[in-house]
């Protein structure tokens, strides 16, 4: 069966809160807590066939915002719509849409007491785009047995059956929410391959929330970045990067360089410095660093999502 085209989505204006919660203190008394604001008058716009880059701090909306997509969750006030262009619709309890997302978290919602293979029937009964071949591929390469049950498994193993529902579901719209929990190094690279690889040969509408950023922003076509419930910027990954540069070369001509832009990263190894700078350099800049010896670099997303996202910026561009 033909997957239909990658599905988009769109939020407008939308708030999700959650009511207030009857808590156990210390002491054995119970008490309510207020209501969290969780995303307060989200509006974006996800294009359909890109991979999506999903940045926050922590608390600040991302699994809220993911799980709307996936009909997870409902939002108190503002729309929330789905699918392919043209034809996008409300997700909850709308059976066309949800059997087209594909939401994992973090160790991806699995049965402990079942074994992997049993899951795996199941997401192959759910997913009309299921992909065994690759479902089975994926767990040797992640030297995951279908025999165990969940409760066996470390939690970068649990992590990377959940790497494997997402990626062999091939659905139109696939949402990873920090699925690299626990992964080592090596595995997370081979996670990343394997994404870019599929969605290669698979296009889609990819959603990937990470706080791992240097490691993943080479995967995004487009950024979301999500502060205290709100959309704090969203745009594409190329105009992210003309937003800022880096220098890297002797201290002196760096710090010449730098005149009166502002700083957003300085690091220093022995008489090397290397700054990350806000704006774009002009002809002229980019002539001088040249001749004295100084690199000129792309934006590190890190730097930039540190920054934008700093609460001492409060109030300030
Ligand atoms: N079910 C819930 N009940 C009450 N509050 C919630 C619930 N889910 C999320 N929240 C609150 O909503 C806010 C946003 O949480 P969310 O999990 O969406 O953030 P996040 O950006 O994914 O964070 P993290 O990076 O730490 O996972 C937080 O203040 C959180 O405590």
Not at 125 to 134: A, G, I, K, Q, T
Not at 211 to 220: A, P
Request: avoid cysteine; charge should be negative.
């Amino acid at each position: 069966m033909t997957p239909p085209a990658p599905f988009g989505a769109r939020l407008d204006d939308v708030v999700v809160r959650f009511g207030k919660q009857r808590r156990m203190s210390a002491d054995g008394n119970t008490f309510r807590e207020d209501a969290t604001t969780a995303l307060d008058g989200v509006g974006l716009t996800v294009r359909p066939g890109t991979i999506t880059g999903i940045l926050g701090r922590n608390g600040a909306g991302k699994s809220t915002m993911l799980s709307l997509l996936a009909a997870f969750t409902r939002p108190t006030s503002g729309t929330v719509r789905v699918g392919t262009e043209g034809a996008q619709e409300d997700p909850w309890e709308n059976a066309w849409v949800t059997s087209n997302v594909q939401l994992v978290r973090e160790s991806g919602d699995l049965q402990d007491d079942e074994k992997l293979s049993e899951t795996l029937k199941y997401y192959a009964d759910l997913r009309p785009y299921w992909d065994v071949d690759l479902a089975g591929r994926l767990l040797d390469m992640f030297e995951v047995s279908p025999r165990k049950k969940p409760a066996a498994l470390s939690r970068g193993k649990k992590s990377a059956v959940g790497a494997t529902i997402g990626l062999a579901a091939r659905a139109p719209l696939t949402i990873f929410d920090e699925v690299y929990l626990g992964m080592d190094a090596p595995t997370r690279y081979a996670f990343y391959d394997e994404i870019l690889a599929d969605y290669a040969e698979h296009p889609r509408t990819i959603l990937l929330s990470s706080h791992l950023v240097e490691e993943v922003e080479r995967l995004f076509e487009d950024v979301v970045v999500l502060d205290r419930g709100r959309v704090l910027l969203a745009e594409t990954a190329e105009e992210m990067g003309r937003r800022g540069f880096s220098l890297t070369g002797p201290a002196s001509a760096v710090e010449r360089l730098t005149g009166e832009r502002r700083i957003l990263h300085r690091q220093q190894l022995g008489a090397t410095v290397q700054v990350t700078l806000e704006g774009a350099p002009d002809d002229g800049e980019a002539a001088t660093a040249r001749d004295a010896g100084v690199e000129l670099g792309s934006l590190p997303l890190q730097d930039l999502f540190v920054r934008l996202t700093d609460p001492a910026r409060k109030g300030t561009s």
